[in-house]
């Protein structure tokens, strides 16, 4: 069991995927390249297949938590290493590295059992 339950990272998915899709305009780092769209992309990813995770917080349901969590930690992974990864590591690099790294931690203590089948299973 994770130490995160996974109602509460679902909370985390729409927040953390909404903030990455304003994160260019928040910060001021928004000029139409890979430093704008890879953090957009990243968001409105996160929050399209959170919509497709079955937890608690998903709608569909058609994603099992422990796939939602690898792409999470993919996520993750690219979004910290883009600064490197598409030459834009002048301009901005520390929002992108930070949240990336906060994203594949989420992934790694969450619960890949979401809580209602828990409570269904009496564990």
Do not use: C
């Amino acid at each position: 069991m994770g130490a995160l339950p996974t109602r509460i990272h679902g909370v985390l998915d729409y927040a953390m995927g909404a903030l990455l899709i304003a994160l260019p305009w928040l910060l001021g780092f928004a000029q139409g390249g890979a430093e704008s769209w890879v953090p957009v992309a990243v968001g409105a990813g996160a929050i399209a297949y959170s919509l497709f995770t079955d937890y608690e917080l998903g709608v569909v349901r058609r994603i099992q938590m422990p796939v939602h969590l690898w792409l999470d930690g993919a996520a993750g992974l690219l979004l910290a290493v883009s600064p490197w990864l598409f030459g834009f590591d002048q301009q901005v690099w520390m929002p992108h590295l930070i949240l990336g790294i906060l994203e594949m931690g989420a992934a790694l203590v969450t619960d890949t059992i979401p809580g209602y089948e828990r409570r269904r299973a009496g564990r």
